[in-house]
C-alpha cells in the first residue's frame, strides 16, 4: 500500500541535500511524496529573484515528481524572529492536509538558526495526540550545517536508519544542479563532491555503497 511522505525543508535545496535519493526511492516505489518550504527568499530579495526563485521551486517539484509542494512563504535566515506560534499553525495546516505516514524534517543538531527554529515547531506540530496517523518521523542532515553544528549539538546527529540510494545518487545529484549558487565548488559540504562523499561514507558506514543515514525520533507501531 503506498504511503504518504512529506519532507519539511526549511530552505528549498534542504530536502535534496538531505534525503533526496530517499525521496526518489519513495516516488519510484509508488509512494505519495509532498514537499513543504518554509521559506523562499530573504525579507529583503528583489521581486525578480523571488520569481526566480519560485521557479526554480516549482522546476524541482517537476523534477522529483512531488504530488504537491507547499510554500510557507517566511523570510529566509529571519525565521528566529517570527511568532514560533505563526509557524506551528503554518506547519499544522500542512500536516492536517496531507496527513503523511511517514515526515523528514531537519533535527536539532545543525548550526542553521532556521533549522532549529523549524525543528522545535515541528516538534510541536507533531504532537502524537493531534497527529495520531504519523507512523514515523526522521531527521536527515544537511551538509554545510548539520557537520558545522557546535560540539554540543553536532553530537546529536548520530544516524540509525540508512537508506539504500545507490540507484538514485545520480539522479539526486542532477537535481541539486537545480539549485544553482547554492550548490558550492569542491571541497565544499555542499558542492557534488562533498554531498556524494557523505553518500559514500554513510553507505560503508551499513556496508552499501551509497546511502542517506536519517535518525529516527519516534516509530509507532498499530
Not at 529571519?78 to 503523511?100: F, G, H, M, N, Y
Not at 516538534?123 to 553544528?149: C, H, R
Request: hydrophobic share 45%; with cysteine.
Amino acid at each position: 500500500m503506498a504511503a504518504k511522505v512529506l519532507v519539511i525543508a526549511p530552505h528549498p535545496d534542504d530536502e535534496t541535500l538531505g534525503a533526496g535519493g530517499t525521496l526518489l526511492r519513495h516516488i519510484a516505489s509508488g509512494d505519495e511524496v509532498y514537499w513543504c518550504v518554509v521559506t523562499h527568499a530573504f525579507a529583503d530579495s528583489t521581486e525578480a529573484y523571488c520569481k526566480e526563485r519560485l521557479w526554480m521551486i516549482e522546476k524541482v517539484s517537476r523534477a522529483y515528481g512531488f504530488v504537491k509542494y507547499f510554500l510557507l512563504d517566511f523570510p529566509a535566515a529571519a525565521l528566529d524572529t517570527v511568532p514560533i506560534r505563526r509557524l506551528i499553525d503554518a506547519l499544522s495546516k500542512v500536516i492536517q492536509e496531507v496527513k503523511p505516514d511517514i515526515v523528514y524534517s531537519v533535527g536539532d543538531s545543525d548550526v542553521n538558526t532556521d533549522h532549529d527554529v523549524v525543528y522545535r515547531a515541528l516538534m510541536v506540530a507533531t504532537k502524537p495526540v493531534y497527529t495520531p496517523f504519523i507512523q514515523e518521523i526522521l531527521l536527515y542532515e544537511v551538509p554545510s550545517s548539520t557537520n558545522w553544528g557546535f560540539p554540543e549539538k553536532s553530537v546529536r546527529f548520530q544516524p540509525n536508519t540508512f537508506v539504500d540510494i545507490s540507484k538514485f545518487i545520480e539522479r539526486k545529484i542532477t537535481i541539486m544542479r537545480y539549485f544553482g549558487e547554492e550548490i558550492k565548488t569542491f571541497p565544499h559540504a555542499r558542492s557534488e563532491e562533498g554531498v556524494t562523499a557523505l553518500a559514500i561514507f554513510r553507505g560503508v558506514q551499513v556496508g552499501i555503497t551509497q546511502a542517506e543515514g536519517f535518525r529516527l525520533i519516534r516509530k509507532m507501531i498499530r
